[in-house]
């Protein structure tokens, strides 16, 4: 709230004092000077209210500014104490292989908010990295066959890649109601990730019931996400309320020539990846099934 200064305080009293006093005096004594006066004292009094009103308005604006700056500063303080909560727990990411988890801590950080209320009973997740050269390009394809516990018009999930600049355009991310052969909308879920993870919600055409089957087919292609020599890709299964059964398609580019692929699992409450598979070829595609995966663990295909 403005204040009012001693001055001003002090001036507003004084012209108030003086118009009154002058304006009775030359009533009682002049009449004649009457309205003369009465003009004058009311336009000092004018005067007087137009510049409290003026310093008013300055002390508002100035008051603002500095909400507004204030404000400003509480979010970059808020956001630095985010980013350095976050380094914080970087700090316990495991490592697999050579390289640290940090796709799983960014995923189990949103695991709650990306859990839809369905039941799924089967995903295929279909890998094939493409392209020349040491970095391949991913390109994936996501089929989710399942049930609704509860109407819903919508199912999220989060993807991710290396670049952070792209949008969903760039990587040609689109969605398919299969039952319906219906292409779905899908954006950035309001004020989630959009950089290298991508929070994703997609909308179904009209509001499933409770007891409604779904199957939704997701393809989307992230550039020079995965090296020729070795690399790893993870499943997160936080989507759901359970899920009966994972199987993963996994295709190698032409000029890539694979000792082994394996499968691995990483619990939320286990202290390191552990060994699930190895995989092996067939027709030059590798192919694996986890049945009754664990909720809310990692599964993670690994090749070299």
């Not at 309320?241 to 286990?270: C, H, Q, R, S, T």
Request: proline share 3%; net charge neutral.
């Amino acid at each position: 709230m403005s204040k009012i200064s001693n001055v001003d305080k002090i001036l507003s009293i004084f012209n108030s004092a003086l118009g009154i006093g002058s304006t009775t005096f030359v009533y009682i004594w002049k009449p004649e000077y009457f309205n003369f006066v009465l003009i004058a004292a009311i336009s000092l009094i004018v005067l007087t209210i137009l510049r409290i009103t003026y310093v008013n308005y300055k002390q508002k604006r100035i008051n603002n500014e500095l909400t507004v700056r204030i404000n400003y500063q509480d979010e970059k303080i808020k956001k630095q104490n985010e980013h350095i909560a976050l380094l914080e727990k970087l700090i316990n990411v495991p490592f697999f292989k050579k390289w640290n988890l940090i796709y799983t801590f960014l995923w189990r950080s949103s695991k709650d908010s990306l859990k839809n209320n369905v039941s799924i009973l089967e995903t295929h997740i279909s890998r094939t990295l493409s392209g020349k050269g040491k970095i391949k390009d991913n390109n994936l394809v996501y089929r989710f066959t399942g049930e609704f516990l509860d109407k819903s018009k919508v199912f999220k999930i989060c993807i991710a890649g290396i670049d952070h600049d792209l949008t969903l355009e760039d990587i040609e991310f689109t969605a398919l109601d299969i039952r319906t052969n219906e292409v779905l909308f899908a954006q950035i879920e309001q004020n989630r990730r959009d950089n290298i993870v991508k929070d994703i919600v997609i909308f179904f055409k009209e509001e499933k019931k409770q007891g409604s089957l779904f199957e939704i087919e997701l393809k989307w292609k992230w550039p020079k996400t995965a090296f020729s020599k070795s690399d790893y890709f993870s499943f997160p299964n936080i989507y759901a309320i359970n899920n009966k059964k994972i199987l993963m398609d996994f295709k190698p580019a032409d000029d890539m020539k694979l000792k082994k692929v394996e499968i691995w699992k990483y619990g939320i409450d286990d202290g390191e990846p552990e060994f699930v598979s190895h995989v092996y070829p067939q027709d030059g595609i590798y192919n694996y099934e986890i049945v009754n995966p664990e909720m809310n663990a990692d599964y993670i295909l690994y090749y070299e």
